[in-house]
Every structure is written in structure tokens, then in C-alpha cells.
């Protein structure tokens, strides 16, 4: 017989189990497998928050995968803990249109390293009483940031071009420098 303090130790480490696995869950509300369609109506653009030295949205392009994705791994957040000056954002955005067979729609906006807003529209194409819903999706990241390694590269590379122009950075020490960020980027 189990005494109270090990039911007790199975109980919270299951409760933690449940929590973790729901921590990543996607939102319910959106299931994959009542998309009809998804239509990317703008592959890449620019927000505000746009940083050209960290990336170049010209390199960002979103694709029906990366929706499919999105919709599988996001999480709901908070108004608050989307805002931009409290979690990194990349500046830039790409947007699709889902639409479910229920005749409900779903326009996201979804960046590169998974932050995305989302609107709910009826079957008419009005806005549903459902308020803006905000996401974050780690696997969305580290997904499509692994694949624009390249871009981020370029970045670095025009950045450290950029203040070895300035003469704020040495050639040899711009160098180095971009050596030691590909190194840490190419770490598994």
C-alpha cells in the first residue's frame, strides 16, 4: 500500500506531466484537420519593429507549411506578453488566410520565430464576437529561424561591414566576430 507522501509525489509529478504537455498544445479551437484551406496572402512584409541588421524580411518568406505548422504547435498568450517591447520580435510578418470547413476563417500574421495574431471571421467575412488572439509557438522558431540561418548570417555580416566602415571594429576583429556567431548558430 502506498503511503500518503508517495500518492501525494505521483500525483503532482503526473499534474506536472499534463502541464507540460499542455504548455505546447495547440489552440483547440483551430483543428488541423477541419482545414479547408489556406490561402498565404502576403508571403513577406515589414512591421514597425524591423531590424535590417538582425534580418532582412526580403529573406522571410511564409509558406502554406509554415501555417499548417503554426496552427499544430501555438499557444495562446496574452495581449501583454505579446507585446513587442517585451518579447523579441523579428520585425518582420507574413500573412495567410485559413479557412475551415465550418465556414469560419482565421487570418494570421505569423513571424519567423513564431509569434502570430490571428482574427476570427465568420462564414460572411465578418469579425466574430472572439477577440484578437495572440500565440507564440517555440517550435515555429526554432523550425523556420533554423532555416534562415543563411539570412541571419547576412545580417551579421553586414552589420560588422557596417562598423568596420565606421572604424568602430577592426577588419581582423569583424572577422572573428562573425566566426564565433556562425560558430554558436551552427551548434546543434
Known amino acids: 500500500m502506498r503511503t500518503p507522501t508517495s500518492w501525494t ?6 499534474l506536472l506531466f499534463v502541464s507540460t504537455l499542455s504548455a505546447e498544445a495547440a489552440d483547440k479551437r ?8 489556406v490561402e498565404v496572402t502576403a508571403p513577406s512584409g515589414r512591421t514597425a519593429w524591423e531590424n535590417k541588421d538582425f534580418l532582412n524580411c526580403d529573406d522571410v518568406v511564409l509558406t502554406e507549411a509554415d ?7 501555438m499557444r495562446r498568450v496574452s495581449r501583454s506578453a505579446y507585446d513587442p517591447e517585451r518579447m523579441e520580435t523579428t520585425g518582420c ?11 469560419k476563417s482565421l487570418a494570421m500574421g505569423i ?11 465568420d462564414g460572411q467575412m465578418k469579425l466574430t464576437e472572439s477577440p484578437t488572439s495572440f500565440y507564440e509557438c517555440a ?8 532555416l534562415l540561418k543563411d539570412a541571419l548570417n547576412r545580417a551579421d555580416e553586414r552589420r560588422l561591414k557596417k562598423l568596420v566602415a565606421e572604424g568602430r571594429l577592426s577588419a581582423s576583429e569583424a572577422e572573428f566576430r562573425l566566426k564565433r556567431v556562425r560558430d ?4 546543434p
Open 9 to 14: 509525489c505521483a500525483l503532482a509529478a503526473s
Open 30 to 37: 483551430y483543428p488541423i484537420s477541419y482545414v479547408q484551406k
Open 67 to 73: 501555417v499548417l505548422f503554426a496552427l499544430r504547435h
Open 93 to 103: 510578418e507574413g500573412s495567410a488566410t485559413v479557412t475551415f470547413k465550418n465556414g
Open 111 to 121: 513571424e519567423p520565430n513564431g509569434r502570430t495574431l490571428a482574427l476570427e471571421y
Open 139 to 146: 517550435p515555429c522558431g526554432e523550425r523556420k529561424m533554423a
Open 184 to 187: 554558436e548558430r551552427d551548434k
